[in-house]
């Protein structure tokens, strides 16, 4: 089973920038695809980008392209997810996921291993 922890959230004015850490242990890290999910308070657990096993193949969701990059470092078994230009409807708790997969991909099914979460705040 792997493990999952995140950081780097905090609160930050609307158009900065942040870039969150996920460290895995406990599971081969570079054998699986990666994950970034966000939940606002009251709303659903949504996708946010996601990167492949090696790091070739990266998606995000339209809220976020173009100001959000998903990246990998398999020596350090760690995960980033850059954001930049950030907005007040970017404030939510971020989960990183471990998939059961290879391959990227966007359905919350196909992650089976998740983090805490981590809060970011954007303030306007």
């Known amino acids: 089973q792997v493990q999952l922890v995140e950081s780097g959230g905090q609160l930050v004015q609307a158009g900065g920038s942040l870039r969150l850490s996920c460290v895995a242990s406990?599971?081969?890290?570079?054998?699986?695809?990666m994950g970034w999910f966000r939940q606002a308070p009251g709303k659903e657990r949504e996708f946010v980008a996601t990167?492949?096993?090696?790091?070739?193949?990266?998606y995000c969701a339209d809220s976020v392209k173009g100001r959000f990059t998903i990246s990998r470092d398999n020596a350090k078994n760690t995960m980033y997810l850059q954001m930049n230009n950030l907005k007040p409807d970017d404030t939510a708790v971020y989960y990183c996921?471990?998939?059961?997969?290879?391959?990227?991909?966007?359905?919350?099914?196909?992650?089976?291993?998740w983090g805490q979460g981590i809060q970011v705040t954007v303030s306007s």
């Open positions: 996921a471990a998939s059961r997969l290879r391959v990227i991909v966007t359905t919350i099914t196909s992650y089976r291993a």
């Open positions: 990167i492949s096993w090696n790091g070739y193949s990266t």
């Open positions: 406990g599971r081969t890290f570079s054998n699986y695809a």
